[in-house]
């Protein structure tokens, strides 16, 4: 059974705490899917979130989307890697028979997912980790995860904080052509050079903008738009890696820390879907942070390990590049989705939509964070 | 409760049944005797850090702390220029008040599987604000008292192996 993203849609990107409710933004945003999907809503049964998204409850959304039955639902803990994950847990549901039209939703308070991003949660025993072992000797958070592989990446393969240059200054660029850009003005290099660093080789001008925003996509096994052409789900994967005992934060205290879930996942959907890395034509990679853009630029296979750097000095970031990434400015520059919003900007690309429009694009990789648990998709632009 | 076996010396046992916050207690009890301690399985002798409910190679809950050694090797750091937390970083109280500070994943050189996570410290015993450790860089394992608690720190040195 082929298996389509039949819609999508949004609320914002936009600044934080500029944005509506959230409970107002995540039914925008699943009105908007269904409308984009040719459904009414009332025919949606089955419901996939995020695990972190506090915005509206399943429940809720059913009751508001005026849906006939709620036949399915369930919330993805894998933080920034649930986004693909979502739509493979949407797949398993279609085909299984459990929901016939599934909406994959997350939508993100800027104000609250920063509250959230510094806090332990006892109800998500994975973070515990950092409050027990790794915060009494000064761990900081996400920065600290990623600091520590970039390091070891760095120890590895020369890679500098001018190789995390580009990434930025390209994001802002993808970001500026669609639109859209969120982020704080970048300097030229060596004044970016001269910035204080606060943890790891990072400076605020290499994390993530905050935004409000939600995002929806409709998973189903029909796409009953009037579009001539579609977006089907070619594959979908998960892993926590080579090292299933190490997950997010403990992640660089395994041995293999540079061999990444997202590689193990990356693998998994080329092989499944028949596809070699050449035939992708442009990506969504996580980005949270520069470094962690540039190392999955690796961990896709899309580029030799160590190549990244080059490969971005090289502007082939953006549509015109070697390897055009994130063309709507990804997390970076456009506002923090938690990786989903990449999902809706691969499926405008497929469809010859998007504003900052990557030429002919047939085939998209969509990949989470390398700390896992993690997902990926590729997707495939289709005639209908 | 130190006994010492051809590999290891075992600090004490690591009671799984307390569950992952027990454990966490024990850990910091096990600290408190100035050596750092990685969890071993009594079973099949693999080593883990941070600590699981069942051992990673054979799922036993026969575990117990053992002694990490006085060495290790630098694998990778992170510096913390911060004073305070801001929006996207917890700054620990206890260390950030008088930054920077730098943490250091450590691979004790009795265990290649495992990685630990250190505070950077000088020779004696403060906190290291200013040298950064290089890859591979030989380093000092122990613990030392940080806001109360002890916690496991290395200092650069000694840089020849004296086996």
């Not at chain 1, 890696?241 to 080329?270: H, T």
Request: hydrophobic residues 40%.
């Amino acid at each position: 059974m082929n298996v389509y993203v039949a819609g999508v849609g949004e609320s914002g990107p936009v600044a934080r705490g500029k944005g509506p409710a959230a409970e107002t933004m995540a039914l925008r945003a699943a009105f908007d899917a269904c409308r984009d999907a040719g459904i009414e809503p009332a025919k949606v049964d089955g419901i996939v979130r995020y695990s972190h998204d506090g915005a509206i409850s399943a429940m809720s959304l059913a009751a508001n989307l005026g849906m006939e039955e709620l036949s399915f639902a369930v919330d993805v803990p894998h933080a920034g890697g649930s986004g693909a994950a979502l739509l493979d847990v949407a797949i398993a549901a279609v085909r299984s028979g459990a929901a016939r039209t599934v909406l994959c939703t997350r939508t993100v308070v800027a104000e609250e997912w920063l509250r959230q991003l510094v806090a332990p949660d006892p109800l998500r025993p994975f973070y515990l980790d950092a409050p027990n072992y790794l915060r009494p000797v000064g761990w900081t958070g996400y920065l600290h995860l990623f600091g520590l592989l970039y390091q070891e990446h760095a120890n590895r393969y020369g890679t500098t904080r001018a190789d995390l240059y580009p990434v930025a200054e390209q994001m802002r660029q993808n970001a500026k052509s669609s639109l859209l850009d969120l982020a704080d003005p970048l300097p030229a290099l060596d004044d970016y050079l001269a910035l204080p660093t606060t943890v790891g080789p990072f400076t605020p001008l290499d994390e993530f903008v905050p935004a409000d925003l939600s995002c929806a996509v409709i998973v189903s096994a029909h796409d009953r738009s009037d579009r001539s052409v579609g977006v089907e789900i070619v594959a979908t994967a998960q892993s926590q890696g080579p090292e299933p005992m190490s997950w997010f934060d403990s992640r660089p205290l395994s041995p293999d820390a540079l061999d990444s879930p997202s590689r193990a996942v990356a693998d998994k959907l080329f092989a499944s879907a028949g596809l070699v890395r050449g035939d992708i034509d442009v990506v969504g990679l996580y980005d949270c942070t520069t470094f962690t853009l540039l190392f999955l630029l690796e961990e896709s296979g899309l580029v030799e390990r160590g190549g990244a750097a080059e490969l971005a000095r090289l502007d082939g970031l953006l549509p015109h590049g070697a390897c055009p990434t994130n063309p709507h400015g990804g997390d970076l520059a456009a506002g923090y989705s938690h990786g989903f919003r990449h999902i809706l900007e691969m499926v405008r690309q497929l469809r010859w939509t998007a504003v900052n429009q990557v030429s002919a694009a047939e085939h998209a990789l969509v990949l989470g964070p390398p700390a896992g648990p993690t997902s990926g998709a590729i997707l495939r632009r289709v005639a209908l | 409760m130190n006994e010492t076996t051809a590999e290891v010396t075992v600090l004490g046992l690591c009671d799984a049944e307390k569950g992952t916050a027990g454990m966490a207690a024990q850990y910091g009890e096990i600290l408190a005797g100035g050596r750092a301690v990685l969890q071993g399985c009594a079973r099949c002798g693999a080593a883990a850090f941070p600590p699981r409910l069942r051992c990673r190679s054979c799922s036993s809950d026969d575990l117990q702390w053992w002694d990490a050694g006085d060495t290790a090797k630098v694998t990778s750091w992170a510096r913390v220029a911060l004073n305070g937390p801001t929006e996207t970083a917890s700054v620990p109280r206890r260390v950030g008040k008088d930054g920077p500070y730098t943490t250091v994943v450590v691979q004790p050189e009795s265990f290649a599987d495992v990685r630990l996570l250190c505070l950077l410290v000088t020779a004696d015993g403060g906190i290291e604000h200013d040298a950064v450790p290089t890859s591979n860089d030989r380093v000092t394992v122990r613990t030392a008292s940080l806001g109360g608690s002890m916690v496991p720190v290395c200092s650069l040195g000694p840089n020849e192996d004296p086996r």
